[in-house]
């Protein structure tokens, strides 16, 4: 069983920047076995969004609306993924959620608020 603990979330203006951590844990898994890791987004009444995700190769993709303001980036050492968020828009506010590929299987945090004031 993998387990994945987010944080870094809150509330900040626009303009403002975040980090968000994920932390793979409770489980035999580290980091290193995951396929691929990434942070989705869900903003009231729309669906889960693709923010950012990283493959083990270190290879990245970005959505097109967080190119340039957004860095997903992963510590082997600390079984860690992040998620800088600069230049943040209240179109960013959402809850955000940590997912981690094993094999052929999807894992998900319980995700962390993130909420742009204009």
């Known amino acids: 069983q993998v387990q994945l603990v987010e944080s870094g979330g809150g509330l900040v203006q626009a303009g403002g920047s975040l980090r968000l951590s994920c932390v793979v844990s409770?489980?035999?898994?580290?980091?290193?076995?995951?396929?691929?890791m990434g942070w989705y987004r869900q903003a009231p009444g729309k669906q889960r969004e693709l923010a950012a995700r990283?493959?083990?190769?270190?290879?990245?993709n970005y959505a097109d609306s967080v190119k340039g303001r957004f860095t997903i980036s992963r510590d082997n050492t600390k079984n860690t993924v992040y998620l800088q968020m600069n230049s943040l828009k209240p179109e960013d506010t959402a809850a955000y959620y940590c997912?981690?590929?094993?094999?052929?299987?999807?894992?998900w945090g319980q995700g962390t608020q993130v909420t742009v004031s204009s």
């Open positions: 409770g489980s035999i898994w580290s980091i290193n076995a995951m396929s691929a």
């Open positions: 997912n981690a590929l094993l094999l052929t299987k999807n894992y």
């Open positions: 990283i493959t083990s190769g270190g290879s990245t």
